[in-house]
C-alpha cells in the first residue's frame, strides 16, 4: 500500500501539470484547511448528547455578552456566516427556548435576538468544556503560541481587507 501524497506531492503534480499557475497560496491554505478539520474532529465528542451544536453555542456565546438585542445580520456577520445558516440556527434555538426573537420596531423585516435565562444554564455548561478541550489541544505551542496568534491576526487582517462582504 502507498502513502497518501502529501502536500508537497500535490503541489508539485499542480506544478507539473499547469506550470503556469502560482500554487503558493496552497502553502497557506492547505495547513488553514487542515487545523479547521482537525479542531472540529478533537471537540465533536464534546457535543455528542449535549444540548448544543457547536454552530448554537457559537452563536450564544455572541448572544451571550452582547450589550442588548441583536439583530440576526449583525450575528451573521460577527460569526462570518449566511443569513440564512444564522437563521436556521436561530430557529432552532427559539424552539428549545434558548433565544428570543422579536420585531425590531425601527425595522419590520428584523429581528431583536437575546439569549433566554435557559440559553446562558446551555452556554455555562458548554463553554467551559470546549475551552477545556482547546487548552489540552493547543498546549504542544508552548513559547511559540504569541508568534503564532500574531501571524494568524495578521492573516485575517489580510484577508479582511481582500474579502468583499454581502452587503446585509
Known amino acids: 500500500m502507498t ?26 491554505v492547505r495547513p488553514i484547511k487542515r487545523i479547521e ?22 452563536a450564544l456565546v455572541q448572544l451571550r455578552h ?14 462570518g456566516c449566511s443569513r440564512a445558516a444564522v437563521s436556521k440556527t436561530l430557529a432552532k434555538l427559539e424552539k428549545r427556548g ?4 422579536r420585531p425590531s420596531p425601527a425595522d419590520r423585516r428584523a429581528a431583536l435576538v437575546t439569549v433566554t435565562p435557559a440559553g446562558c444554564e446551555a452556554i ?12 489540552e489541544l493547543l498546549e504542544g505551542l508552548g513559547d511559540d503560541r504569541d508568534r503564532v496568534v500574531d501571524a494568524l491576526n495578521l492573516l485575517e487582517l489580510v484577508l479582511q481587507k481582500k474579502v468583499k462582504r454581502p452587503r446585509a
Open 37 to 58: 478539520a482537525l479542531l472540529t474532529t478533537a471537540v465533536e465528542p464534546l457535543y455528542e448528547g449535549a444540548p448544543l451544536t457547536a454552530p448554537e453555542l457559537d
Open 98 to 101: 434558548f433565544v428570543e426573537r
Open 124 to 135: 455555562d455548561e458548554m463553554f467551559p468544556r470546549q475551552l477545556a478541550a482547546e487548552v
Open 66 to 79: 452582547a450589550e442588548g438585542p441583536v439583530i440576526a445580520r449583525r450575528l451573521a456577520e460577527t460569526l
Open 3 to 28: 502513502s497518501p501524497p502529501t502536500p508537497e506531492d500535490f503541489r508539485a503534480m499542480w506544478t507539473a501539470a499547469r506550470p503556469d499557475l502560482d500554487t503558493s497560496p496552497m502553502d497557506v
